[in-house]
């Protein structure tokens, strides 16, 4: 018997909200973060494969037995695998050499093709795979399904569980659809609302936003972007999903404050998250010291630290990377 993957996918959002306040010293903010790990593609991408794959089949651009090609630093990649399988279509995944092991054996799991290129390539890659043989480009990185899926689901979630009482929302991006989508949704509600955008050191967000770039204007630049460890976080250029009007700030953190995190959330709060978590939460910790207790900070745990088992919790990457974390943390 066939699966029915609508009733599968209603198992995707609704993650716990969880108090990590411990991290933040005793007269600061109140610091929450949704479990999105818990989804059961392990990311908060299945929000947004699900919306984009089920809006395309329902817009008669795509059907059972058509092949799909995603561009994808991982997780994304992973998702519309996931979903991919259970409808029937066939699923290219274009990825970087950046992408960890752990998940390009997730996408190969579900048997979908996985295409590796290097770091600047692989978008392009996609794009061309799809004009030439007729595929569908899900292209999350211009598509608006993207930031609606989180104006439908995440912003509204945050929202309720907080009794509408969220000051901030903290977040990263790569494609920029989460910040973009569930800012707008918290800023509907209550304009007084902060979203602040967590950059890595290396990515050109926070010139980007600091230098008044207008939205389509493509002889705008920075400069290059610099190397970082962090996956699925940063990028080169902003995306047409990222929607630069409901963002309040971009904070810049390192690799090695990430991944301190990430360490430190494992340690002390039992949570195995992947980089981008670490990055997010020690934005918010951050932020969360320089306010008082009437306030409260939504982030979020993006993805499982499983993932990055061959990376960010391997010694030996770590050390090839000028990473330092503590011996007892790398043993």
Known sequence: MAIDSNLYCQTIGKTPLINISNLVKPDGAKLLAKCEYANPGMSLKDRIASHMIHTAINNGQLKSGDTLVCASSGNT?????MIGSMLGIK???VTSAKCSEEKQNHIKAYGAELMIMPDTDYMA???ELAIKHGYFDINQYS??????AYYKTLGPEIWQETQGKVSHFVMTGSTFGCISGTGRYLKEQNAEIRVILADPDGSNMHDYYYKSFKENDNDFAVGAMKPFIIEGAGKSKPTPCLNFNVIDDVVKVNDQEAINMCYKLANTNGLLVGGSSGLNVH???EIANSLTSEHIIVTLLCDNGVKYLSKIFNSRFLTQNNIKV???QTA
């Open 77 to 81: 990649g992973c998702s519309v695998a």
């Open 91 to 93: 699923v290219i995944v």
């Open 125 to 127: 890659k996609a794009s």
């Open 143 to 148: 598509n608006p399904a993207n930031p609606e």
């Open 283 to 285: 934005a918010a910790v």
């Open 326 to 328: 503590g011996a007892a």
